[in-house]
């Protein structure tokens, strides 16, 4: 795939760049595998300072910032301008914690002195997708910088801008420029990349095949990674429910990025005396919202990041209704090979069909009609993916018990499924593995390392 910025509103080409060699590829890791001694051993408060200052600088550029995505896939200037500042507040969160974070852990063993230190690996390379072309970066980088590491960043190659973006500002907020780079390659380097012993560990979020491709090769190294991949949320919405708050989050849920979003609400399960009402509402709620040029500030979704991507989804939702789906609500593609998306919605979702067994990566809502509770957990946790889930009902004690049995890494109950600092962030199942986020994120990187002192030595007395 040509490494360009493409305008998915208009349909033009914006920026070519040329690829790196892998001689080019190679200086650039030579470098951050030098600079990685130097930074590991600065202080928590100098890293500190410098993530800091990046947090201010995406906030003096959060405008343009929001105008590069808008560009580059297609996101509304006033959902970028949100995953800026989300960004901020994730550099702000590392630097204030990560001193805690990782600091010695006391454990009482048979020595004198006993902990666990966390000490960094040095290169992480990052693989990153485009649909959150900021944060998925951030949320990568804010930790493994501020836990002493240094990143490469492989970037989507439909989002070259934002990349040199989000260097920039680090370079600007005083990082020493090896300690970030983006690495303008394609999918062709990065096996020679995580072969290379300079490289410790790696981070993707992608596609399932991608992940298992990453996780195959690092493996064969005994390297680490982690791994963010597909999701295929469910939306649980019981008979108790506040409908019409649920429907109308659920609009919101499913239309997070124009729906594309691993954690957007993607499989609809409701309790059956509520269902056709639940689809109805659904229904209002998605016709309301107003497509458009993603630089006008009124436009609520844009269109999808390629128009590849929509052909692909246009694909699974004929095929899904040729094996029995039924739609409720027509949108989709106004012809092949455009990218805009109008939100659609399949019911009568079956197994065997392609909507219930892939993930369908845009705004499309798939309704399952669930006979109970119990039933309703049946078909959350019907499904190779568990990255996110919500519940919706209005006992709370039963909402907790039932989200302990859904087959996720996170259960909101009565709220929007986000990623947000505070708490860990991943999956389980084909969703990948390890975290991102919160303490947990910052340990994935580190040497988790035992260090056991034992009593002072006995040295006997010098004979004359």
Same mark, same amino acid.
């Given at each position: ?20 060699? !892998?001689?080019?590829?190679? &200086? ?10 130097? !930074? ?39 959902? $970028?301008?949100?995953?800026?500042? +989300?960004?901020?507040?994730?550099? @702000? ?9 990782? =600091? ?30 900021? !944060? ?17 960043? +492989? ?8 990349? *040199? ?20 390659? $394609? #999918? ?11 490289? &410790? ?11 298992? #491709? ?8 005994? +390297? ?16 108790? =429910?506040?409908?019409? &708050? ?36 659904? /229904? ?5 919202? &107003? ?33 029995? =789906? ?14 805009? %998306? ?14 219930? @067994?892939?993930? *369908? %990566? ?8 669930? +006979? ?21 009902? =209005? ?23 986000? #990623? ?5 962030? $991943? ?21 988790? /390392?035992?260090? !056991? ?12």
């Amino acid at each position: 795939m040509p490494i360009e910025s493409y305008n998915p509103h208009t349909g033009r080409v914006l920026r070519r760049f040329t690829a790196f060699s !892998w001689a080019k590829t190679e &200086r650039v890791l030579s470098q951050a595998h030098r600079a990685a001694a130097p !930074w590991a051993a600065t202080s928590f408060a100098e890293r500190a300072a410098v993530l800091r200052r990046a947090a201010a600088l995406l906030r003096e550029r959060q405008a343009d910032l929001a105008r590069l995505m808008a560009l580059e896939m297609g996101k509304p200037v006033t959902d $970028g301008r949100a995953e800026v500042l +989300k960004c901020a507040a994730c550099c @702000e969160f590392y630097a204030e914690h990560a001193a805690g974070f990782l =600091a010695d852990e006391v454990i009482q063993t048979d020595a004198r002195r006993s902990f666990i230190s966390y000490q960094p690996l040095g290169v992480v390379l990052a693989i990153m997708p485009w649909n959150f072309p900021l !944060w998925q970066v951030v949320r990568f980088a804010a930790p493994a910088l501020m836990a002493g590491n240094v990143g490469l960043l +492989k970037h989507a190659s439909n989002v070259p801008q934002c990349a *040199l973006a989000l260097e920039k500002i680090f370079h600007d907020a005083g990082l020493p420029p090896a300690c970030f780079r983006t690495l303008l390659i $394609g #999918s062709d380097l990065v096996e020679r990349l995580l072969a290379d012993d300079r490289v &410790r560990a790696a981070t993707l979020t992608g596609s399932e095949a991608a992940g298992a #491709s990453v996780a195959a090769i690092a493996g064969a190294q005994i +390297k680490k990674t982690v791994l963010e991949l597909g999701g295929s949320d469910a939306f649980v919405v019981l008979a108790d =429910a506040d409908l019409e &708050r649920a429907a109308k989050t659920a609009a919101q849920a499913r239309m997070i990025n124009a729906g594309q979003s691993c954690i957007a609400a993607k499989r609809f399960i409701v309790e059956k005396p509520i269902i056709r009402e639940f689809i109805r509402q659904l /229904k209002n709620h998605l016709l309301a919202l &107003r497509p458009g040029d993603p630089l006008d500030d009124t436009t609520q979704y844009g269109p999808l990041a390629r128009p590849d991507l929509a052909d692909e989804l246009t694909r699974q939702v004929a095929d899904s209704v040729a094996q029995g =789906a039924r739609v409720e609500l027509f949108g989709g593609q106004s012809k092949p090979g455009t990218a805009l %998306f109008r939100p659609m919605i399949l019911s009568n979702v079956k197994p065997g069909q392609r909507a219930y @067994e892939e993930e *369908l %990566f845009g705004p499309v809502a798939l309704v399952l009609e669930a +006979k109970d509770a119990d039933d309703a957990v049946r078909l959350a946790n019907d499904s190779r993916f568990g990255l996110g889930a919500g519940i919706w009902t =209005a006992d709370l004690r039963r909402g907790e018990a039932l989200a302990r049995r859904i087959e996720s890494g996170a259960v909101f109950v009565n709220g929007l499924v986000k #990623s947000m600092p505070e708490l860990p962030f $991943g999956g389980i199942k084909k969703s990948g593995y390890g975290r991102e986020l919160s303490y947990l994120g910052i340990r994935e990187f580190v040497n988790q /390392k035992s260090i !056991w002192i034992g009593p002072e030595a006995n040295i006997p007395a010098k004979v004359e």
